[in-house]
């Protein structure tokens, strides 16, 4: 399986993004997919994650102004990104984790939130 992801980019506080994730393969049969960030020494951390069944979750710093979504005719996932802050500014993976476990990871696409 292979993740394209895109989107990232420079913006400034309050603006928005849109990241997409393209998948190789048919988005249903993973169990779940979801993006995820990091910054330089630190964990990668979950952003949100959608589940084969539409179930949606967001990490708390991002409730409310992200939103994680799919088309499963385009076999993507996007996460839209409403009113940016500079802590939002990261590196940001896809991933996607199949019914027998096996985790998937796409490229990382930069986003900057300038001040």
């Known amino acids: 399986v292979q993740l394209q992801a895109s989107g990232g980019g420079l913006v400034q506080t309050g603006g928005s993004l849109r990241l997409s994730c393209a998948a190789s393969?048919?988005?249903?049969?993973?169990?779940?997919m979801g993006w995820y960030r990091q910054t330089p020494g630190k964990q990668r951390e979950l952003v949100a994650y959608?589940?084969?069944?539409?179930?949606?979750g967001y990490a708390d710093p991002v409730k409310g102004r992200f939103t994680i979504s799919r088309d499963g005719a385009r076999n993507t996932v996007y996460l839209q990104m409403n009113s940016l802050k500079p802590e939002d500014t990261a590196v940001y993976y896809c991933?996607?984790?199949?019914?027998?476990?096996?985790?998937?990871w796409g490229q990382g696409t930069q986003v900057t939130v300038s001040s």
């Open positions: 959608i589940t084969s069944r539409g179930s949606i």
């Open positions: 991933n996607a984790q199949s019914a027998s476990g096996v985790t998937s």
């Open positions: 393969g048919s988005m249903f049969s993973f169990n779940l």
